[in-house]
């Protein structure tokens, strides 16, 4: 394993400082590195493998499209992204979707949208676009310019113009940054990257109405809180409110790159045409089998319900673990995304729980956050606690 390591560091640019581990393969929720050993797995890829490892129904329906068609281009229609199309437009209650290759430029995608949007209203091209401190929309020149966090953005301005940062759950913060000129507000239903912070209802809804009011568009950042991490299919359903736009990826094609950026009708309307954007890769018909077969999945294991379900119990031994110990700060989250807040950096506990065969990762320096598998059970929870505890106690 540490030759791999080497190599990867003689080939591969440094811009991860990677954990010192290898993985090789992976069954149900735990991996396995290239000499064997088993881990427990509670990042699953940064929130990409909902369903687990080697899902029988997903690898059969991945390799079926392999043997083919993989490519077409967009000059040109696939059965499966029409099929990914109907399911994705369902499950979120958006109209009409644009499929890319990730996040960030589901993002980009969902910039362009409320940039035109507004162009066609009055023809002016001043626009500004109101984004979150503290949050995290992506690495790529839109998505970091919107991203609340100086220190993602300082080594590579200028930035897009005319962008705003207002303060996640302070409407008036949000209020008192609107002009004749602001056409959409961007936010993370839960902000992930920026240390698991939920949006209150209070706010969610107020940006909604402030929107509504000043003609703006609401932009909703779903790529990690979406696709049933919360228990909820996306997390705006838990608030009983709708964006104008919404971004998805992370576990929408199961493991195969995939994003999204949707709209409801009116905005698809008077927004992009022909010509207005493109991707050679997005909405492929490998992408495209993989979707369809994550949300028929999704429906047969009753992956949100089970989200719910252990969300909670996972969120009730995490208290437990809160309240024990004086280093930890809070606990906060939503279903299987939650974090732990500690009065130092966690990385000593993410190491050491790593050597003990549980896979954790951070969220900021002081915060382990919990991505788990969708499938993961109540027993998966509880031999996570043990180890976590240990790593704790060892840290502390």
């Not at 992506?138 to 919107?146: D, P």
């Not at 495209?288 to 989200?307: P, R, W």
């Amino acid at each position: 394993m540490q030759q791999y390591i080497d190599e990867a560091e003689k080939y591969i640019l440094h811009t991860y400082n990677r954990y010192q581990v290898v993985f090789d393969h992976g069954d149900g929720v735990c991996l396995y590195d290239t000499d064997g050993k088993e881990y427990l797995d509670f990042v699953s890829g940064i929130g990409v493998f909902a369903l687990g490892y080697n899902n029988k129904k997903y690898n059969d329906a991945v390799k079926a499209q392999v043997d083919k068609i993989l490519h077409t281009s967009n000059y040109y229609y696939n059965v499966p992204s029409i099929e990914a199309a109907k399911a994705v437009t369902k499950a979120s209650g958006m109209d009409r979707v644009f499929f890319t290759n990730s996040g960030a430029e589901a993002v980009e995608g969902a910039l362009k949208v409320a940039r035109k949007y507004a162009y066609n209203k009055d023809g002016k091209t001043d626009h500004e676009i109101i984004a979150m401190n503290h949050s995290f929309h992506g690495r790529t020149f839109g998505a970091l310019s919107v991203t609340g966090t100086e220190k993602y953005r300082a080594p590579f301005g200028p930035m897009i113009g005319n962008i705003k940062f207002a303060e996640m759950n302070d409407l008036e913060s949000v209020k008192a940054l609107v002009t004749d000129k602001t056409c959409a507000v961007i936010m993370e239903t839960l902000q992930g990257e920026g240390g698991i912070h939920p949006a209150t209802e209070e706010f969610i809804k107020g940006v909604r109405k402030l929107c509504d009011d000043i003609g703006a568009l609401l932009i909703l950042d779903e790529i990690q809180c979406g696709m049933g991490r919360t228990g909820y299919m996306y997390c705006f359903q838990k608030y009983g409110v709708k964006p104008d736009v919404l971004t998805t990826a992370k576990a929408l094609g199961g493991g195969i790159p995939m994003g999204a950026f949707l709209m409801t009708e009116e905005v698809a309307k008077n927004s992009l045409v022909a010509g207005d954007h493109g991707t050679t890769y997005g909405g492929n018909p490998l992408g495209g089998a993989a979707c369809t077969e994550v949300f028929k999945l999704y429906e047969e294991l009753g992956i949100c319900e089970n989200a719910k379900e252990v969300g909670s119990y996972l969120f009730d031994k995490l208290e437990e673990i809160k309240n024990s110990h004086k280093g930890i700060i809070d606990h906060r989250g939503l279903g299987l995304m939650q974090g732990l807040e500690f009065d130092k950096p966690v990385g000593d506990i993410i190491n050491y729980a790593l050597d003990k065969g549980l896979v954790l990762i951070n969220a900021g320096t002081n915060i382990i956050r919990f991505l788990p598998p969708l499938i993961i059970t109540k027993d998966d929870v509880d031999r996570m606690i043990v180890i976590l505890k240990e790593a704790i106690e060892n840290a502390y």
